[in-house]
């Protein structure tokens, strides 16, 4: 209706203006604005990444060592489980300020940016309100719609932008650029659009006049444009405030309910009352950037109220939740901006020196940068690209159908950005064997050390999953889930083994020993029995081992009892099965799960235990 509004009010000025019929314009300028919005839902197609690009936000991924972000990243995995929907991907605003805004293409392309305020100056709790207010939005598809009204209202807009630019490119120079209309008409600024035209007085004050003498038909034309599209305009600014503001108060509403408290209340109050960054949503250079994407952040409308504002005032949306409400005084905002950490976490010394730290640098260093104080560098992305390939090697070459059901598996519990990469070095990795995918891990598998536990299991999950996607366990990818286990366990050991400490000779494990060199060979030798005997018989004769040849023993029961015992044994007895190891890898043509085998039992002394 507003699109026809529109479009037949310009039809009648055009029509009046030229000799050109009514209908004619009607359908030049209905056909004008949906090229516009055509174009813009070009310009969007790449949905998240759009956005965040043009706001310049910074995406983290689940292996950030910073306990901070670690924190927030905790907390939209809880959030998102609460809800019932996929993690969204994770952004970071730089900007001091308390906020956050969700985005939403479609079920999987989905993200929730935080400023470094909110994940610095909030309490946990505060931070699970903020995170299930935005968790909220994406349950209910607003990003969505809030992704159609980017559009659909540019085209609204185009009229009075095409008059603006046109009539601010000739006159800019004498009139300025007209901003209290822009803002009127538009919600923000266009001082950036046009300022080339200041070049025109540069050196020689008469040529701008006379270029406005001859060209004056067309700046008329374009005024009267401008203010003809100033109606779709004003009306776009309205009806975008108008769908935005119907959604906040179920978006508390539903906070309060993953929370289990009322603690979006403390979010809102300090988003109002705190200081932030004035000067980050308030650049020129931004502000039409910003300002598009508006409808996305919480507003700080404390008591008044207009039909042109995104957000309930925030007064409003705290009484709704707690009707006897009233604002703090002076001393408790104090306190308030004090408050960064619930009781449960003041424990946590790390995390608290942190945050201090972090608030210290952010106040105090006109310097400050958000990748490197947060630790968003390279390191982070470098464990990302590791981890991807360490996904990748699980992925099985010989099935297609468990292929698939491995990839739709990664595709609904990794990032959409992750996943990708994954997917990528699949590919890369088809034509490996077992034992290269094997040596690929283990030299990938990054050691990490200060990842938080939730993150670990994490990794281990995901890989058990992908082994156990037929049902089976091949022995390459037994000896690779090893692996990523022995790498999990090791995390947060202090110090090293010293395994000179242990005496136990060969005699003493004779058994197990038995099983697990009877087992091997059986494996190198899979279609020879007599082979296999005859090469145990001379690994005993060398190692004084008197327990028969057992060729009928399920290899995985016999790994997994005699493995961890290898750790007991004394440093010249280890060495005495080493150079056994050794020389049966050297065997030539030895199969993908020998050389698997060979390869995990020669590191199991001094890289797995």
Not at 27 to 36: R, S, V, Y
Not at 125 to 152: C, M, R, T, Y
Not at 539 to 556: K, M, T, Y
Request: glycine share 4%.
């Amino acid at each position: 209706m507003i699109y026809a509004i529109t479009s037949i009010v310009m039809g009648l000025f055009l029509a009046w203006a030229t000799p050109v019929e009514l209908w004619v314009w009607v359908i030049i300028c209905n056909a004008f604005m949906l090229l516009m919005v055509w174009t813009k839902f070009m310009e969007m197609r790449e949905g998240v990444d759009y956005v965040m690009q043009k706001l310049g936000a910074i995406e983290i991924n689940q292996f950030n060592q910073n306990p901070i972000v670690a924190r927030y990243m905790q907390v939209v995995i809880e959030m998102s489980i609460a809800a019932g929907i996929v993690s969204p991907r994770l952004f970071i605003l730089p900007s001091y300020d308390i906020n956050a805004f969700a985005i939403a293409k479609g079920q999987k392309d989905t993200a929730i940016a935080v400023t470094e305020g909110a994940i610095s100056r909030l309490t946990r709790s505060e931070l699970q309100a903020l995170v299930g207010h935005e968790i909220s939005h994406i349950l209910h598809q607003d990003p969505v719609l809030n992704f159609k009204l980017i559009g659909w209202l540019y085209g609204l807009q185009s009229i009075y932008l095409y008059g603006y630019t046109m009539f601010s490119f000739f006159t800019r120079h004498f009139l300025g650029d007209f901003d209290r209309v822009n803002r009127f008409c538009l919600g923000y600024s266009m001082r950036t659009i046009g300022a080339g035209s200041r070049e025109f007085g540069d050196g020689n004050g008469l040529f701008p006049i006379f270029l406005m003498m001859i060209m004056s038909p067309v700046i008329v034309l374009s005024l009267m444009i401008m203010c003809v599209g100033a109606v779709g305009a004003i009306f776009a600014r309205s009806v975008k405030a108008l769908i935005s503001r119907q959604r906040e108060y179920l978006a508390d509403a539903e906070s309060v309910r993953f929370v289990r408290g009322h603690y979006i209340v403390q979010v809102l109050e300090k988003i109002a009352l705190l200081e932030g960054d004035e000067e980050q949503y308030n650049t020129t250079s931004m502000d039409a950037t910003h300002q598009e994407f508006s409808h996305f952040y919480i507003q700080n409308y404390q008591e008044k109220t207009s039909i042109f504002d995104t957000h309930p005032p925030i007064l409003k949306r705290i009484r709704k939740i707690q009707p006897t409400y009233r604002f703090p005084s002076g001393k408790m905002v104090n306190i308030l901006d004090q408050k960064f950490v619930d009781k449960s976490e003041s424990t946590d010394e790390i995390l608290v020196s942190a945050l201090h730290d972090y608030a210290k640098s952010r106040i105090n260093n006109v310097s400050h940068n958000i990748v490197i104080e947060l630790g968003l560098d390279k390191n982070s992305e470098h464990v990302f690209m590791q981890l991807a390939k360490s996904y990748a090697t699980f992925i099985t070459t010989h099935n297609l159908e468990i292929r698939q059901q491995q990839l739709d598996y990664l595709y609904s519990v990794l990032s959409s950005h992750l996943f990708n990469f994954v997917n990528r070095e699949a590919e890369h990795l088809r034509k490996m064997s077992d034992f290269q995918r094997l040596q690929l891990l283990t030299h990938e598998l990054p050691r990490m050390d200060h990842l938080a536990k939730f993150q670990i299991q994490e990794i281990e999950n995901i890989c058990q999953a992908l082994v156990d996607m037929d049902q089976k366990i091949s022995l390459s990818e037994y000896c690779m889930i090893l692996v990523v286990r022995v790498h999990i366990s090791k995390i947060g050991r202090e110090g090293s083994i010293d395994y000179s400490t242990h005496f136990q000779s060969i005699q003493v494990l004779e058994k197990p020993l038995a099983k697990l060199l009877s087992a091997t060979t059986v494996i190198i030798f899979r279609h020879n029995a007599q082979s296999a005997q005859r090469c145990y018989d001379d690994i005993a004769e060398f190692l004084n081992i008197s327990q028969p040849f057992d060729g009928n023993l399920c290899w995985q029961s016999v790994f997994d009892e005699t493995l961890p015992m290898m750790k007991e044994l004394s440093v010249s007895e280890q060495s005495k099965i080493k150079e056994v190891l050794f020389q049966l890898s050297n065997m030539p043509k030895l199969n993908s799960d020998a050389q698997c085998l060979l390869f995990i039992l020669q590191r199991a002394f001094n890289l797995l235990y």
